[in-house]
Every structure is written in C-alpha cells, then in structure tokens.
C-alpha cells in the first residue's frame, strides 16, 4: 500500500466522514485556516492517481469516495508502524503504549478490559 502524505490523509478523513462527496463538499469541511480550492482540487487528484479515491460523473462534476476503507487503512498504517518501531511484535507495541505516563489509571483499566473481552472471544 501506498502511504499518505500529511495533506492527503487529512482530505481522506473528510471524505471518509462523508462517505460521498463533490469538491465543494470537501471544501467546507476543512478546518480554518483552509488550503486554497486549487491546492485541495490538487490533492484529490492525487489520490484518485494513487487509487485511495474514485469518482463517478454527474454532467460536468464528479462526485468522490474512498476506495479504501479508513479501518484497513488504519490496520495498515498500524501494522507498519509496529514493523517499522516495533520489530513486528505486537507485545513489543502494547508495552510501549501501556508505559506511557499520559494515559490515566482509568484509561488502563478500559484497555485492560477491552484485552479482557478478546480474550473471552477467542477462548469461545
């Protein structure tokens, strides 16, 4: 899979929040201070050149949407993040995450719960 860059990640969070979307649509989700209509017109193109985007004409105008869901594009991202600092070990990742002093006790204990839950699936 190809990565995104900081912008075109950015633009595929607005259109995975809409599902399907015209140009002007994407527009107006940006966050102030937004990137010129050229410079966002510029991305989708992009993204439609690399396969994250499709489109389907209606007239003159196109009407986008995201050819990879965001959960496998984050599952994705993920798995190259624990190959790339984590030497693929997922007990390697979650250590590291666990010992990081931002999260509260009470943050833990829902993680701790949510492993809980996975385990008792996958016992069943």
Known sequence: MKEL???EEQLMQILWG???AYLKDIVEKYPEPA???TTISTVVNVLVKKGFIGFNTHGKSREYY???SKDKYTRQSVNGLMTSFF????KKFASFFASQEELSVEELQE?????DEQIKQRKS
């Open 5 to 7: 860059t900081k912008a």
């Open 18 to 20: 809409l599902e399907k």
């Open 35 to 37: 990137p010129a209509y």
């Open 66 to 68: 995201p050819m990879l």
């Open 87 to 90: 030497d693929n070990s997922a």
């Open 111 to 115: 993680i701790r719960k949510l492993i």
